[in-house]
């Protein structure tokens, strides 16, 4: 999916609002998108220095910790490097030609929330909104019953349409009080269309969060089986804690077994 081009300054909005851009992709992505497309356009030749941060900052109407956050990301595309002189477009070899855009994804060595690397860099449909967990969750989550709380609802599409893999997130209060990217969402009551959370789990560990994950993977009752001409579904229930045992994230997803892989991936 294409990311637009940042807005005018006429319609940027100010850094304090919670929500990215119109509602559609934070900012930090329509900046790594602009700096993106200088590299690939030599705009920002090979070798040469980047725009401080207070620059970049000016430029796009946003704080130093969202241009950091823009040059986090094309730092783990090798597309720049940073040193104690600043940030430069990186040189690549003398054959290489013109760097090449690539789309926004996190490092392979990092899992994608919610449903890994595979389910980030397909075509997906996602939302966040506010909404009360089920009563069971709520304890877990730190919430009262009726209590409202970030919820993020995604879906992963086959090419010609048939959904391949359902989640759904709820987050706890504790979440929510510890991790600043999903803080900002707080003020927020009208749904996030396709938000971009692939990094939650990078953003854990930048609030210095441990997190534990716990998943357990079953075939859901009634789910039809290839021996009777249906495809078979798994689902995986995921509980994310940080090292004290709080809850911070309660997960659910739903797939076809046909159609994807699960793949558990663990941090020592």
């Given at each position: 999916m294409a990311v637009p081009d940042p807005v005018p300054e006429s319609e940027a909005e100010s850094e304090a609002a919670p929500a990215p851009w119109r509602g559609e992709v934070p900012r930090y992505l329509r900046i790594a998108s602009a700096l993106r497309d200088d590299l690939a356009r030599h705009a920002l030749a090979p070798g040469s220095r980047?725009?401080?941060?207070?620059?970049?900052?000016?430029?796009?109407?946003?704080?130093?910790?969202?241009?950091?956050s823009a040059l986090q990301?094309?730092?783990?595309?090798?597309?720049?490097?940073?040193?104690?002189?600043?940030t430069f477009a990186a040189a690549?070899?003398?054959?290489?030609?013109?760097?090449?855009?690539?789309?926004?994804?996190?490092?392979?060595?990092r899992p994608a929330f919610p449903g890994g690397s595979r389910a980030a860099e397909a075509l997906v449909?996602?939302?966040?909104?506010?909404?009360?967990?089920?009563?069971?969750?709520?304890?877990r989550l730190q919430l009262t019953p009726g209590e409202p709380t970030l919820v993020h609802r995604h879906t992963v599409l086959a090419p010609h349409g048939p959904a391949l893999q359902r989640a759904v997130s709820w987050f706890?209060?504790?979440?929510?009080?510890?991790?600043p990217q999903l803080a900002r969402y707080?003020?927020?009551?009208q749904p996030v269309h396709q938000p971009d959370l692939?990094?939650?789990?990078?953003?854990?560990?930048?609030?210095?969060?441990?997190?534990?994950?716990?998943?357990?993977?079953?075939?859901?009752p009634g789910a039809p089986g290839t021996a009777?001409?249906?495809?078979?579904?798994?689902?995986?229930?995921?509980?994310v804690s940080d090292q004290h045992g709080h809850v911070l994230e309660v997960t659910d997803i739903d797939f076809s077994a046909q159609e994807a892989a699960w793949t558990y991936e663990y941090s020592l």
């Open positions: 980047l725009p401080s941060e207070r620059s970049l900052a000016q430029r796009y109407h946003v704080n130093r910790q969202t241009v950091r990301l094309l730092r783990e595309e090798r597309l720049v490097v940073t040193d104690r002189r600043g690549g070899p003398p054959d290489a030609g013109p760097p090449v855009a690539r789309p926004v994804a996190p490092a392979v060595s449909r996602a939302s966040l909104g506010w909404e009360p967990p089920p009563s069971a969750l709520a304890p706890s209060r504790q979440a929510l009080d510890e991790i707080r003020r927020v009551r692939r990094l939650l789990y990078h953003w854990m560990h930048q609030a210095g969060l441990r997190a534990t994950h716990r998943e357990s993977v079953r075939v859901p009777a001409g249906g495809a078979a579904r798994l689902s995986v229930h995921r509980v």
